[in-house]
């Protein structure tokens, strides 16, 4: 049996000021992945300032003090490292993946970066250029676009319906000023985890940590957002395209609800790979899309169960009429044996799979840290998923998909007629 991890491997301090320094060392690994977490991203902007989360990560790297931008990426580029940035909507992600001997190298770059960029005026008018571009190519890939729009219906009004880029209106208005009073509002101690998987030695780290961070004090002012309400909506956007691209959702869990082990073993079966129910039906009996998958988007007071596929706009209502039908199988049936069997060791190999990586490794502790507040064995997510019932799937299924559906279709969508009936449980 293949283990899943030593629970003895992952290690929490938290320094006098707040920051929480967590490791997961892995000696027979030959690389570490750091990465400094801040649990802030599009989900706490407001409308006028969105995207800004995102754009201060980009002008993170365009000069420090010490280092200019070429000079930031020549560093890790040098060692055959990898030096990024990501951000969510509740989070946003600073890190470098190096060898072992490296990694004091990626500590000194990172926290470089992070302390004293000094965030040039030329610079910013550079990045705004990229990140209008990096809009506008959003803009143009219909399958990433299609999540957008899907976003905006189901929650409106709400930040988690604020696009990660924000908007070419709220880039184009973005000054120095807004991000240094952004930084000096959000990127707070408290809010602030410095995360390391791999090759690495928690003293050690804790110790360099302390010394580079040990200095930044305060807390993050309350961030006060409205309750999510999910609202049912049609949301056609019409386009000369080749194909349909279509999001169709209801309301799910948040990333903390204990019936979430079912909700993944749900999911995977009804779309998580080329075995699953949607893929066996709407593509290979029917042909009906060349791509159709499930996925369950979760954050902390809330998320949804949807499905996504790139069709022709004359498969459009037979396919919502698939996918609703197998959601009602699922009320009315639950997973067969075999399905739920399946499901689980799908899951679990990806978790093993996963363990193979770094990189994946420090996200999964990091965000464990975030939601949970705490660390998460992947044994212990193996094992609730081994214990999820045919009951379990039943009773989830009852209670995400009694009420109406929402559908975003992006496309030739001018002939697609989407009624109640037809986003309602049969």
Known sequence: MTSLGDPSAVRKSVLPNGIRVLTEAVPQFTSATLGIWVENGSAYESPELNGISHFLEHIFFKGTERRSAKEIAEAIDGVGGILNAFTGKEYTCYYAKVL?????LAL????DLFLHSTFPEEEIERERGVILSEILESEDTPDDHIHVVFDRAFWPGHPLSLPITGTAQTVSGMKREHFLRFLSERYRPDRILICAAGAV????LVAQIEKSFGHLAGSTPPITTPEPAPKPAVSL???DLEQ???VLGVPGLRQTDDRRYAAYVMNTALGGGMSSRLFQEVREKRGKAYSISSF????????????????????VVEVVEIVRDELQKLVRAGLDGGELARAKSQIKGTILLSLESSESRMSRVAKNEMYFGRN???SEVADAITR???DDVVALAGALFSGRMSVALLGDVGQVAIDDALLSPA
Not at 108 to 111: G, R
Not at 301 to 306: N, P, Q
């Open 376 to 378: 998460v064995e992947p």
């Open 237 to 239: 956007i019409e386009r």
């Open 244 to 246: 349909v691209q279509m």
């Open 296 to 315: 369950l988007a979760s954050f902390r007071g809330t998320g949804y169960l949807a499905v996504s596929a790139g069709l022709g706009a004359d498969s």
């Open 201 to 204: 030695d928690h003293d050690w």
């Open 108 to 111: 000194d770059v990172l926290s």
């Open 100 to 104: 072992r001997e490296d990694l004091p």
């Open 388 to 390: 999820v019932t045919h």
